[in-house]
């Protein structure tokens, strides 16, 4: 019992030696908060607009963002966070949803998650 008590608080701290294998390192705790800044964020108007080739190319070759998706499709700025939607080629199941989103603040990630639906609030430039 102490043994799987002792290894679940260890994942839970992000002190596992397999939480690097998911690409950020993050922690149950992180993910956890990740999610819910993102079910906030859902219910704000967010005005996207698509990137320019310079931040196409920044989060393409960024070391950890551009591992997420295969380009960069939509890119806003709100309350002093850069956001990036990352959308993938292959998706739907067996494979990961369609689109990850990034929020930085500086150089931290505030939010990381997949998602395969657009929240009703964000609004998208019509074509």
């Known amino acids: 019992m102490r043994a799987t008590l002792a290894t679940i608080l260890r994942f839970a701290s992000g002190r596992s030696p397999s939480s690097d294998q998911d690409g950020l390192g993050q922690s149950?705790?992180?993910?956890?908060?990740?999610?819910?800044?993102?079910s906030r964020y859902?219910?704000?108007s967010i005005i996207w607009v698509k990137p320019s080739d310079n931040e196409s190319r920044l989060f393409d070759n960024h070391p950890l963002i551009g591992r997420f998706g295969d380009q960069t499709a939509w890119v806003s700025k709100n309350d002093d966070?850069?956001?990036v939607i990352r959308e993938r080629d292959w998706w739907g199941w067996p494979d990961l949803p369609h689109y990850a989103v990034f929020a930085l603040k500086g150089n931290v990630i505030w939010v990381a998650t997949d998602f395969n639906t657009f929240p009703s609030r964000w609004?998208?430039?019509q074509p």
Do not use: A, K, V
């Not at 908060?33 to 993102?38: A, P, S």
């Open 28 to 38: 149950l705790w992180q993910d956890l908060r990740f999610l819910i800044r993102f």
């Open 81 to 83: 966070l850069l956001w």
């Open 42 to 44: 859902r219910r704000r």
């Open 123 to 125: 609004n998208f430039p």
